[in-house]
């Protein structure tokens, strides 16, 4: 079997895209620290899969073991990294957590890779990197704006090492920039797995839904919208893994067009927080109590995604609506409630 490296893979995103490669035939390594997740999401990928992907607990700054990794796994046909630190507001307050954890584990990752002759890689960026349009919807042409974070400005600075790497190397790389990615595997056994108050909007929802957390506060409502709630792209979170299975087979089936591309993920259609707050309550038959708040310092007031090139270029498009999402993310919450990890 064709064996793909994914780090951070018992992450959020990453553990949907471990499914979804091992429902594809192919042999996963996980590589994570576990900073920001919880090692029991491996046995609820094999409950999905019935497979145990190989597991490796490292720290990717740890540029000793990282090379040791591939010097023994040496037929690894590609990496998809998706281990970073993510959190908007913690970077403001630690940037140079961020900058060393992202930056330096990605350097750590390149030198490997190049060691090793594995040249294909997927990397997880984010639309964060436009900031806040002119224009929309929001192309991968689009400039790319002063980050509003230090996050934001560790996916901007990653794109270009990557970038820089694809032209001095044999690396091919595919960007992907998510929108906002919600909801749950469609069993129920993984999810979004918060690590105190969640700052994304639907986790909040589902935990104060579950009576975990208090009313949810609607960080605006004046903002220049049609409800005067910001606008964004929710794309459920299985859709996005399969985009990651696209792109790496783009670049293993030799059909880059060039060594370094980039792609939005989004489903091309912005939602208000009031439209999601509302979509959630039809799906669910569940009442989420809220009250609306200050503005959100570094909140913009709409994007979302033109998905042309990655419809027609990479060849995949988003299924699954906004209201199937919200629903999977509230089984996903009832199941976390009911102790299932
Ligand atoms: C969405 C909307 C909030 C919580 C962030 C990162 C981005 C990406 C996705 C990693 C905003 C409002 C939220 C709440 C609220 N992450 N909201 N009350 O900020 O668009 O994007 O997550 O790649 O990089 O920036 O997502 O879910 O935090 O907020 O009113 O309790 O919901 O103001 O308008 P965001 P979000």
Same mark, same amino acid.
């Given at each position: ?30 590589? @994570? ?14 409950? $999905? ?84 349009? @002119? ?59 918060? $690590? ?34 910001? $606008? ?110």
């Amino acid at each position: 079997m064709t064996k793909i490296l994914v780090t951070g893979g018992t992450g959020y995103i990453g553990s949907h895209t471990v499914v979804e490669l091992q429902q594809s035939g192919y042999e996963v390594l996980i590589i @994570d620290n576990l900073a920001n997740s919880n090692i029991k999401i491996l046995d609820q990928i094999t409950k $999905i899969t019935g497979k145990r992907p190989e597991f490796f607990q490292m720290d990717l700054c740890d540029r000793e073991k990282v090379f040791d990794f591939f010097s023994k796994q040496n037929d690894i046909a590609g990496a998809i990294h998706f281990a970073a630190y993510k959190a908007v507001g913690e970077s403001s307050e630690f940037p140079l957590k961020y900058y060393k954890n992202n930056l330096f584990s990605l350097v750590n990752l390149l030198e490997a890779m190049d060691k090793a002759g594995c040249n294909n890689l997927v990397f997880s960026s984010s639309c964060t990197v436009y900031g806040q349009p @002119d224009v929309l919807p929001v192309t991968e042409d689009a400039p790319v704006q002063k980050a509003e974070s230090p996050y934001g400005n560790t996916k901007q600075i990653s794109e270009e090492i990557i970038f820089d790497q694809s032209k001095t190397s044999d690396l091919k790389a595919i960007s992907l920039r998510y929108f906002n990615p919600i909801g749950a595997h469609e069993t129920a056994l993984i999810g979004e797995l918060p $690590i105190g108050v969640p700052s994304n909007l639907v986790p909040f929802i589902t935990q104060s839904a579950i009576g975990k957390r208090g009313k949810l506060k609607v960080w605006g409502n004046d903002y220049n919208t049609p409800d005067g709630t910001p $606008i964004r792209d929710y794309i459920h979170v299985v859709d996005l893994a399969k985009a990651h299975l696209v792109a790496l087979e783009r670049m293993t089936n030799n059909k880059s067009e060039d060594q370094y591309e980039v792609f939005n993920l989004g489903t091309g259609k912005g939602n208000s927080v009031l439209d999601v707050i509302l979509t959630f309550q039809k799906a669910t038959e569940v009442n989420v109590d809220y009250e609306i708040a200050q503005r959100r310092p570094g909140d913009i007031v709409q994007v979302w995604a033109d998905t042309r090139k990655a419809n027609e270029v990479l060849g995949w498009k988003t299924n699954l609506e906004l209201d199937v999402a919200l629903k999977s993310a509230w089984e996903w919450e009832k199941n976390l409630a009911q102790g299932i990890l």
